[in-house]
């Protein structure tokens, strides 16, 4: 096998494994709301209006993915803008934080590869 074509391997073995532990911690995932921790990891303290740009999902499919994340054992967390009330940050929580890392170690074995 080449070795281009191994890496590609080892990519996709990688991120089906990086999904399937995602799909562990928080069995209910929908594409989209995987999508939407995803962007969130990148770029946490987003704004929801932002993520539906980034994500390239409507206002309301987004803003019910950010509301279904959060929650006492939710892997998102969502706090006003200190400034402009009507802006809804979204910050990963704790829990979501955990996961981020767990993702993080598998993706980096594609690195040490």
């Known amino acids: 096998m080449s070795e281009v ?14 999904l399937g ?6 069995p209910n995932l929908r594409l989209e709301t ?10 946490e303290g987003i704004g929801v209006k932002d993520l539906v740009y980034i994500c ?9 993915a950010v509301d279904s994340l959060c929650g006492p054992d939710g892997l998102l967390t969502v706090v006003r803008h200190a400034t402009d009330g009507r802006r ?3 910050y ?3 829990r979501g934080t955990a996961l981020q890392q767990e993702i993080r170690e ?4 594609i690195a040490e590869a």
Not at 5 to 18: D, F, I, P
Not at 21 to 26: E, F, G, S, T
Not at 106 to 109: C, E, G, R, V, Y
């Open 5 to 18: 074509k191994q890496s590609q391997v080892l990519a996709a073995g990688a991120l089906l494994q990086a």
């Open 21 to 26: 532990v995602a799909l562990k911690r928080a």
């Open 34 to 43: 995987l999508i939407i921790f995803l962007a969130v990891c990148v770029n």
């Open 56 to 64: 390239g999902l409507s206002d309301s499919m987004v803003s019910r």
């Open 88 to 90: 809804r940050l979204v």
């Open 92 to 94: 990963l929580s704790d």
């Open 106 to 109: 598998i993706l980096a074995q």
